[in-house]
């Protein structure tokens, strides 16, 4: 009898903000072990390890840099290495970055480490996992896009760009996986109270949402756990939209 394999879920940047609210509802909704990756705020990332397990969960902390190609595939090798009876079957590309200005005065490290944040970090993931959620026949990848990735923001060139070149990615890699079981979709949050959108002006920024307020993590994350479940199985390809009706 072909033995059962325990099944995880990765989230890139999952120590804070709307990546931690998605650990915390995979953990209630799911029955996935969590690989919850940070970059360099362990404190953070363990916090959000001990709230994933008081609502029942289990996780694991990974450490790498989605950006270092070597660094990600190294560890997540590893990872396999060392947990022959696992599989890997969610993959969320939460991790990414803000270096917000003006284009002309933006400089080459302002837009590079952004874009490789959001888009490169996407492509060292997913491509260190790909083959074995194709091997496996069965995966759901899931990108945090953004607002600014659709209709683009004013200040956020580089981060419209990146989120953009994702959502492209997403719709692709969408049509090359499905036949294997694997949906890849894209969820686009607007103005969410994060440490992200904490510099921002909240009283006049919400006069622009139809809803009249910034949204929660939560309600971001409860949208990330139903693609990742598999109530969502014929639904793949798509960006799905979480802003308060600012853009549609």
């Given at each position: 009898?072909?033995?059962?394999?325990?099944?995880?879920?990765?989230?890139?940047?999952?120590?804070?903000?709307?990546?931690?609210?998605?650990?915390?509802?995979?953990?209630?909704?799911?029955?996935?072990?969590?690989?919850?990756?940070?970059?360099?705020?362990?404190?953070?990332?363990?916090?959000?390890?001990?709230?994933?397990?008081?609502?029942?969960?289990?996780?694991?902390?990974?450490?790498?840099?989605?950006?270092?190609?070597?660094?990600?595939?190294?560890?997540?090798?590893?990872?396999?290495?060392?947990?022959k009876d696992g599989v890997i079957e969610v993959v969320v590309n939460n991790a990414g970055i803000t270096k917000d200005g003006l284009f002309m005065w933006?400089?080459?490290?302002?837009?590079?480490?952004?874009?490789?944040?959001?888009?490169?970090?996407?492509?060292?993931?997913?491509?260190?996992?790909?083959?074995?959620?194709?091997?496996?026949?069965?995966?759901?990848?899931?990108?945090?896009?953004?607002?600014?990735?659709l209709k683009g923001i004013s200040g956020q060139i580089n981060y419209s760009a990146a989120k953009s070149g994702v959502i492209g990615a997403t719709k692709?890699?969408?049509?090359?996986?499905?036949?294997?079981?694997?949906?890849?979709?894209?969820?686009?949050?607007?103005?969410?109270?994060?440490?992200?959108?904490?510099?921002?002006?909240?009283?006049?920024?919400?006069?622009?949402?139809?809803?009249?307020?910034f949204g929660k993590a939560e309600e971001v994350a409860h949208v990330v756990s139903f693609l990742a479940s598999d109530k969502a199985s014929y639904i793949?390809?798509?960006?799905?939209?979480?802003?308060?009706?600012?853009?549609?």
């Open positions: 009898m072909k033995e059962e394999k325990r099944k995880y879920a990765l989230i890139t940047g999952g120590s804070r903000g709307i990546g931690r609210a998605i650990c915390i509802q995979l953990a209630k909704d799911l029955n996935y072990s969590l690989l919850i990756n940070y970059r360099e705020n362990k404190e953070a990332a363990e916090e959000t390890l001990k709230m994933v397990i008081a609502e029942g969960g289990t996780g694991t902390l990974l450490q790498f840099n989605v950006t270092d190609t070597e660094n990600v595939k190294s560890t997540l090798d590893n990872w396999h290495e060392n947990n933006m400089s080459p490290e302002d837009w590079s480490s952004v874009i490789n944040t959001s888009l490169n970090g996407f492509y060292n993931v997913t491509n260190a996992l790909i083959q074995k959620l194709l091997v496996n026949k069965y995966g759901r990848i899931i990108n945090m896009v953004s607002v600014s990735g692709a890699l969408a049509q090359e996986v499905a036949k294997r079981n694997v949906t890849v979709n894209a969820v686009a949050p607007g103005f969410i109270a994060t440490d992200m959108t904490s510099e921002l002006d909240e009283s006049e920024l919400k006069k622009m949402i139809p809803l009249n307020r793949t390809g798509e960006v799905i939209n979480i802003n308060g009706g600012i853009y549609s």
